[in-house]
């Protein structure tokens, strides 16, 4: 594997690959991050990841400076997938050159954590958008559990023509149905416990909904949350993944985010 800190040196390496594809991130790689590089080396002639955390996607300086990192660790990882090279900039690299893409942002930023990460898509689509710029990858693989920003990547992409395709990746749970997460390693054992009992519940709200047993009540399914240990709720929505609004039929997905302890959690199944 090789690694790259500057975008020239990258882009005069991988220029005369037609078929790269690309897993951005921003490191404390886990289970989730695996099956994207996984599925990217399996259908790519090669792999570029990204590790870079990038401060304009955090509304909350704390949360930057506070974000899990494991450089050493990721670096394991990697080369045990077999991914042929790593990029990890510098801000300057970053941000320090004019784009040819306008940025997009669709009007479901203003969606689910829209409200809640004043800025947050805008800084996401930003760094998406100059990293496609550099490496110009024929894939770009992404995880379902960040769906918002999933949709909002693509309808950039699409909005400005860019030759890259995104494959959306299920999102990978452990045995307790918990999505893989960087966020998981700053909580203790006790707040664990309280996230299981937290997912358990709203899965099985989930599939109440669907067999119509009740009927979708915000307020109620607010209380039960906080009573089951959430300290915040910030909101829990029933949504259509195709028409990404209030569902018609009764095929939707549950979108929610909650805070346990200091550590806001977001998920949908």
Known sequence: ???????????????K????????????????HENLIKKSVKES???IVSIFL????????????????????????????KVNYLYKPSYDDIY????????????????????????HFKGVVDVVNRLLEIIEPKKIFLGMKD???????????????INTKVIPCKTIRDNKFIAYSSRLRKINKDEMHTLIKVIRFLKTYKKNLISKKI????KKIKSILLSRGANKVDYVKIIDLKTLKKPKRNKFNLFFAFYIGKIRFIDNF
């Open 1 to 15: 594997m090789k690694l790259f800190t500057n975008k020239k040196k990258l882009q005069s390496e991988i220029k």
């Open 215 to 218: 009927k979708f009540n915000y």
């Open 96 to 119: 320090k050159f004019k784009t040819k893409n306008k940025i997009f942002l669709d009007q479901f930023s203003k969606e689910l954590c829209g409200p809640y990460r004043k800025g």
């Open 45 to 47: 002639e090669k792999t």
């Open 147 to 161: 769906f918002q920003q999933l949709v909002l990547i693509e309808k950039h992409i699409k909005k400005n023509k």
């Open 54 to 81: 990038n401060p304009k996607q955090f509304n909350n300086k704390k949360d930057f400076y506070n974000y899990p990192k494991s450089f050493s660790n990721d670096i394991k990882i990697l080369k045990k997938l």
């Open 17 to 32: 690959i037609n078929n790269i594809s690309f897993v951005p991130t921003m490191g404390a790689l886990h289970k989730g």
